[in-house]
Each structure stands twice: as structure tokens, then as C-alpha cells.
């Protein structure tokens, strides 16, 4: 049980374009779920937190309007990286809660973005 | 001071020993702790919770917690090749969010 599933799984696109990706809990419905974003040899550092049916909750530091977030079901997320730029060329995985105490979260495979 | 520390290694352990990887963290109020093991390209996965102070095991795994000393260990017993990876201590601060380490690289030698 608790499977996420993330698609595409690799992605290669100009800047200036947009990309979405797409999350999904296969096994269990996520009230919960959240985007990270892991540069090479870094750690997870978290991008946003999003409920089913509300806005995000973006971290400090990360721009509302080029990651669009909609989680607009129990079981499906999606973050749009908009006018991708080099920089923008990450490990982006996103996990997802059921709620609870447990307090656990369950990640995607992740989708390795990169802007040419 | 970071919020979630661990020694970034690499620790080097021999196969058949105990590797040890240990974290700290910065907030009195955390409840929650987690372990994930990262294999290089792939996305984390969690290998143990702990919520109480103590040890808890599973399998060759064994989590302990001590909030008193703010500090979150993990053991793993018998030590395979496979074990190979990097290592990250997170917890839960706030409503839910997740804060990481910077991870301990470990690696199980023949």
C-alpha cells in the first residue's frame, strides 16, 4: 500500500516553456500532498504544501507564480513549472499524507526536470 | 544552527557490522522522526518512524529517540552491500512539514 506515482518521470524542455508534472496516490486518498525540490548532492528542501481543494502553502523563498500547484482531487496534484529557466533544472518529488497522527508521508519516484 | 543535523559522512562500514548514522534537531516541540534511505537518482524512502523516546526495531533496523538530548539515531545490523546509500533523518515541524538533513552518505564494504 501507499503508492505515489509521478509522471513523467524525466523531462527535457527550452526555456521559456512550461511543464507539468503530474502526482498521483494510487492506493489511498491524500489530503495531503507536497512538492520538493533536491539539487545534486543537496537534501529535499520543501516547495509547497497543498490540500485538496485549497491554494498552496508556498515555503519562503518560492514563487507562487512560476510553480503553479493544483491538487484538485484526493488523489491527484499537479506543479507547473511556467517560463523554465536553467536554473530551474532539478529533482522535483512529490509525497503525499493521508492525515493522521502518523504524520508519515509516501514519495513519488520523482521527475528529473532539465531546461535547455 | 540547522534545524535538522546529521554528519554528511561518507562512513565507511564493513559488511556483517553495525552502522550507526545519527541526527540532532533544533525544535523541543518535534513529535515525529523518520529515517529514509536515498539511493543516488532515486527518490526517498522511509525506512523507519519513531514517535517515543526509546528504540524501536524492525528487522535489521533499529531507530532510537532521546528528546531529552533533542537526538534521533538509527542502526543497522549486519550490514549489507546494499545498504549502500544515503541516509536522511527528517521531522515533522509545524502542522506537518517535513524538514530534512543533510544526509550521511554510508557505504557497506565487501
Known amino acids: 500500500g501507499a503508492v505515489v506515482s509521478q509522471h513523467p518521470s524525466w523531462v527535457i524542455c527550452k526555456s521559456g516553456t512550461s511543464v507539468k508534472i503530474e502526482c498521483r496516490s494510487l492506493?489511498?486518498?491524500?489530503?495531503?500532498m507536497f512538492w520538493y525540490r533536491q539539487f545534486p548532492k543537496q537534501s529535499l528542501m520543501l516547495m509547497a504544501t497543498?490540500?485538496?481543494?485549497?491554494?498552496?502553502?508556498?515555503e519562503q523563498g518560492v514563487e507562487k507564480d512560476k510553480f503553479l500547484i493544483n491538487h484538485a482531487s484526493l488523489t491527484l496534484s499537479t506543479l507547473t513549472v511556467t517560463s523554465a529557466h536553467p536554473e530551474d533544472s532539478s529533482f522535483y518529488i512529490c509525497?503525499?499524507?493521508?492525515?493522521?497522527?502518523?504524520?508519515?508521508?509516501?514519495f513519488g519516484p520523482g521527475t528529473r526536470l532539465t531546461v535547455l | 544552527q540547522k534545524e535538522v543535523e546529521q554528519n554528511s559522512g561518507p562512513l565507511s562500514v564493513p559488511e556483517g557490522a553495525i552502522a550507526s548514522l545519527n541526527c540532532t534537531y533544533s525544535?523541543?516541540?518535534?513529535?515525529?522522526f523518520f529515517w529514509y534511505r536515498q539511493y543516488s537518482g532515486k527518490s526517498p524512502e522511509l525506512i523507519m518512524s519513531?514517535?517515543?523516546?526509546g528504540d524501536k526495531e524492525d528487522g535489521r533496523f533499529t531507530a532510537q529517540l532521546n528528546k531529552a538530548s533533542q537526538y534521533v539515531s538509527l542502526l543497522i545490523r549486519d550490514s549489507q552491500p546494499s545498504d549502500s546509500a544515503t541516509y536522511l533523518c527528517?521531522?515533522?515541524?509545524?502542522?506537518?512539514?517535513?524538514?530534512f538533513g543533510q544526509g550521511t552518505r554510508l557505504t557497506i564494504n565487501p
Open positions: 492506493d489511498f486518498q491524500a489530503t495531503t
Open positions: 497543498s490540500n485538496e481543494g485549497s491554494k498552496a502553502t508556498y
Open positions: 527528517a521531522v515533522i515541524q509545524g502542522a506537518q512539514k517535513l524538514v
Open positions: 525544535d523541543r516541540g518535534s513529535q515525529s
Open positions: 509525497s503525499a499524507s493521508s492525515g493522521g497522527l502518523a504524520d508519515e508521508q509516501f
Open positions: 519513531i514517535y517515543s523516546n
